[in-house]
């Protein structure tokens, strides 16, 4: 059962989301048809794409959308909101459709990630909940897979729980690190929950409680012989650590029919202590002893330890991970993009704003990925109007928005629709795919991309390019507020 199912979080939205519900049906507005956008305006840590991760608990919050007594009673003690909303919410059911890219898809700024249309009342109430559930996962996701890039495919393991911002963080952290690459946790209820390897030996307290050293490991691989992995740098790693590991390797888990997992170290110069521990043990005849290191890592720390040399196999990465602690907020935004008439026609809407970056992409959109026939690689996003579709047996002519001599001719490729619909007039209408189905399909799509896109330093643009009647659109209605 997910989180959302366990209870109700339709209440968690803005006050203002109400206070707007409450004037839209006061003024008569409340059933308008709107389009609303989801998208986001920058990568963090200045990477050259985002991933996309967090659409199945905003389904199961979108399913269970509803008001109880105790939600009414305190509306109506606020003395804001009349009783005629009080009624609409006794009574409410979700009626919006839903569209969204799917999980684990690269993303990239100003385009919809998700689409929401529907009563205007409606629209507003999800925005608060829409936004942090994307917002936070997709994050995660975005740095678990830089630390896992720099890993140069070796084994990260998500050690995040203790240092995430919620319990709710601490899980849906590490469920949106697996799909962007990490090979397990730290955390028992996320493998509970959602099948994710979970993984873990012992705390440098086990050794402390010990008499020594040696005792705590000859305890330790008595109990686990067939798992045996230990924590080699409570006292010093390369005088005490490996020499006790290799002794118990010895006499306990090789005795017994096993052979022993990994060491890990946990503090000090992770390079240095690394080669050390790797020429004993293979000297000891366990060349198969994997090491891993873990100490507040992050993706720089990573390449820097491998660049140097280091002898590691797998990384255990906490707090940097699960609170993208370099760079904490996903700005994910949503915009009013038009209103439909009474025949069913879309007026497209845009907010202008100071700083051209705010200016929105007005209109009922979609988003098709152009990828080459010949290599598979994705060559640009095309955002077009509901309506417009991509030729893709002709070459197409893209540019970009901010800088139209900038054009390019795009040939022998193929254009995929990137929005998914997920609720039909409140109907849900996609089948979620497992964690695992998203992380393969994380895994295929990351493979789309060109190797320039994936420096952290400076990547290459991906270009996310308008149609001509969507960019003629946009240039007429900033014309036209611009004269007001």
Same mark, same amino acid.
């Given at each position: 059962m997910s989180l959302e199912q366990q209870r109700n979080l339709t209440m968690l939205a803005d006050f203002y989301e109400f206070t707007m519900a409450n004037g839209y049906l006061e003024n008569g507005i409340a059933d308008e048809i709107v389009v609303f956008d989801m998208f986001f305006r920058r990568i963090p840590d200045g990477g050259g794409f985002a991933i996309f991760v967090g659409l199945d608990q905003l389904i199961s919050y979108m399913k269970d959308l509803h008001f109880t007594e105790e939600d009414i009673e305190y509306f109506r003690s606020k003395k804001q909101f009349s009783e005629k909303f009080l009624d609409y919410l006794r009574n409410f059911h979700f009626e919006c459709d839903?569209?969204?890219i799917r999980e684990g898809t690269p993303v990239f700024p100003y385009e919809p990630i998700v689409t929401v249309r529907g009563p205007l009342i409606q629209t507003q109430m999800v925005e608060t909940m829409l936004l942090l559930t994307i917002n936070y996962q997709t994050l995660v996701a975005t740095k678990a897979n830089r630390i896992v890039r720099a890993a140069e495919g070796r084994g990260v393991v998500e050690f995040g729980s203790r240092r995430a911002q919620s319990y709710d963080a601490a899980i849906l952290g590490a469920r949106a690190a697996y799909i962007a690459g990490c090979a397990g946790t730290a955390c028992s209820i996320v493998d509970r929950d959602f099948g994710i390897p979970a993984s873990g030996t012992m705390a440098h307290s086990w050794v402390q409680v010990f008499d020594n050293e040696y005792e705590a490991f000859k305890a330790y691989a008595k109990t686990y012989p067939d798992n045996c992995t230990l924590l080699v740098d409570t006292y010093n790693v390369v005088t005490s650590g490996i020499p006790n590991a290799i002794r118990v390797f010895n006499e306990v888990v090789?005795?017994?029919?096993?052979r022993p997992k990994a060491v890990r170290i946990d503090s000090g110069d992770l390079a240095y202590l690394s080669k050390k521990a790797r020429k004993m043990l293979d000297g000891a005849g366990y060349p198969d002893v994997k090491i891993m290191a873990s100490n507040s890592l992050d993706e720089y720390i990573v390449r820097d330890l491998l660049l140097q040399g280091?002898?590691? #196999?797998?990384f255990g990465v906490g707090e940097n991970l699960i609170t993208s602690k370099s760079e904490p907020v996903f700005g994910g935004v949503y915009k009013l993009a038009a209103v439909q008439d009474a025949q069913g026609n879309y007026h497209p809407k845009i907010k202008i704003s100071e700083s051209v970056e705010k200016i929105t992409t007005p209109g009922f959109k979609e988003v098709y990925r152009l990828y080459s026939r010949e290599n598979g690689k994705a060559l640009a996003d095309y955002i077009t109007l509901r309506g417009e579709e991509v030729d893709d047996t002709q070459d197409l002519t893209i540019f970009d928005p901010n800088a139209v001599w900038k054009r390019k001719q795009v040939y022998d490729f193929r254009a995929e629709k990137l929005l998914h619909q997920i609720f039909d007039h409140g109907k849900l209408c996609y089948q979620s795919p497992t964690v695992e189905e998203i992380r393969s399909?994380?895994?295929?799509?990351?493979?789309?991309?060109? #190797?320039?896109?994936k420096r952290f330093e400076y990547p290459h643009r991906y270009y996310v390019d308008l149609s001509q009647k969507l960019w003629d659109v946009k240039q007429q209605l900033l014309e036209e507020m611009g004269s007001h």
């Open positions: 839903v569209w969204s090789v005795p017994a029919g096993f280091a002898k590691l #196999d797998l399909f994380c895994a295929a799509q990351l493979d789309t991309l060109w #190797d320039e896109s």
